[in-house]
Every structure is written in structure tokens, then in C-alpha cells.
T-cell receptor, first 116, second 113 residues
Framework: DAGVIQSPRHEVTEMGQEVTLRCKPI?????LFWYRQTMMRGLELLIY????????DSGMPEDRFSAKMPNASFSTLKIQPSEPRDSAVYFC??????????????FGQGTRLTVV | AQSVAQPEDQVNVAEGNPLTVKCTYS??????LFWYVQYPNRGLQFLLK????DNLVKGSYGFEAEFNKSQTSFHLKKPSALVSDSALYFC???????????WGLGTSLAVNP
């Protein structure tokens, strides 16, 4: 398996523009996580899906952020409108979640977002 | 409140020497503890985990960690450091019925030749 695939790897956009980040989880995994990493706040869980259903979105910063998982092999994280403070590295991770506390997650290489 | 602390922002060690990266936690219930490593411009990679059983857990790349319930610690160790071990290391914990991993802020390990 190629692992968790994220696109694009880098994104530079202007403030106010819509940004869409994409993720393809590992085939057979049933849980998907979106994280944001910054120097100031470290690694933050934004949202967690299980079997394509959002389970916990309490980490989504505000209404400008939305995430979807239309099927088991694809997820998107959308920011509209984007702001400079959204600049960060966004990671997608997946796992086989029979017992979530027992299962490690596999991370993609991340999308480095810069909003100018 | 449930939390994970990595008290050292940076650890420096000479190649060939033993290394320790510290992690302490505060949770209610039994902890499920994880270590991940992040190389530059890469995603996090799983190293090892403690769920139950033997307090000494062995993982990838020669790393091991010891769960100490009385000290609420889960320090990462390696007997002989390599320059290629230089990376950012994260400790994380699941607690109770909360399906959300709680992450430490990370420790930057620098192994000097």
C-alpha cells in the first residue's frame, strides 16, 4: 500500500480564498483523522471520522472549516474563507479502528498551507 | 484535566551514547500510551505503544519505553543513539472512553556525530 496520500503537498493562497485539502486513507482503514500542526500549538486534532461518519469535530476551529468523507477512500478539509492564521501543516491520518485505544495511526506527509 | 507533558523541548546526545526522551501524563483511568517520530518534512510515524502487560515495550529502530504507573511516566529510550535518530518525538495518550489522542508538544532530539 502506498500509505496515506495527501494533496497538495504545498499550497500558497491569498487571504479570503477557498482552500481544499485532500486525503486518501490506507485501503481497509475505517478511521480517518485531520490534524493541524503549528509551532505555537503543536499537533491539534481537528476532526475524526469512523466509517465515513464524523464522530468528533470539536477541534474544528470555526465555521470556516469543514470536512467531508463521502466514501471510505477519500476525505476533504475545506477552509473558506482562508486567513493568514490558518497557515500550518495539515496532516491526515488513518487507522483500523476496531479498538481505537489499541490502534496506531498512519500519517500522510502533510500539506503545508501558507495564507498570505 | 487530562494532559501529556514532554518537559524537554530539546535533547542533545552524542552518537553512541544512550538517549532518553521524557514523557509524563495525567489521565483518569488506564492510559494507553504511544510514541511517534517525525522526520523533517514528513508525517508522524508510529514507534511503539503500551496498552497492557509488560511495562517495558520494545518498538521500531531499536527504541524502547518503560511504563511507570507510580511516576505516571512513559520515557522513550535507546541504548546507543544514531545521527539518523535526530527528529521530533511525540508522546500521546488515550484515556478512558475518550477516543481522542492527547498529544505532547514534542521533543526535538539532536544526535551529534
Amino acid at each position: 500500500d502506498a500509505g496515506v496520500i495527501q494533496s497538495p503537498r504545498h499550497e500558497v493562497t491569498e487571504m479570503g480564498q477557498e482552500v481544499t485539502l485532500r486525503c486518501k486513507p490506507i485501503s481497509g482503514h475505517n478511521s480517518l483523522f485531520w490534524y493541524r500542526q503549528t509551532m505555537m500549538r503543536g499537533l491539534e486534532l481537528l476532526i475524526y471520522f469512523n466509517n465515513n461518519v464524523p464522530i468528533d469535530d470539536s477541534g474544528m476551529p470555526e465555521d470556516r472549516f469543514s470536512a467531508k468523507m463521502p466514501n471510505a477512500s477519500f476525505s476533504t478539509l475545506k477552509i473558506q474563507p482562508s486567513e493568514p492564521r490558518d497557515s500550518a501543516v495539515y496532516f491526515c491520518a488513518s487507522s483500523w479502528d476496531r479498538s481505537p485505544m489499541n490502534t496506531e495511526a498512519f500519517f500522510g506527509q502533510g500539506t503545508r498551507l501558507t495564507v498570505v | 484535566a487530562q494532559s501529556v507533558a514532554q518537559p524537554e523541548d530539546q535533547v542533545n546526545v552524542a552518537e553512541g551514547n544512550p538517549l532518553t526522551v521524557k514523557c509524563t501524563y495525567s489521565v483518569s483511568g488506564n492510559p494507553y500510551l504511544f510514541w511517534y517520530v517525525q522526520y523533517p518534512n514528513r508525517g508522524l510515524q508510529f514507534l511503539l505503544k503500551y496498552i497492557t502487560g509488560d511495562n517495558l515495550v520494545k518498538g521500531s529502530y531499536g527504541f524502547e519505553a518503560e511504563f511507570n504507573k507510580s511516576q505516571t511516566s512513559f520515557h522513550l529510550k535507546k541504548p546507543s543513539a544514531l545521527v539518523s535518530d535526530s527528529a521530533l518525538y511525540f508522546c500521546a495518550v488515550y484515556a478512558g472512553n475518550n477516543r481522542k489522542l492527547i498529544w505532547g508538544l514534542g521533543t526535538s532530539l539532536a544526535v551529534n556525530p
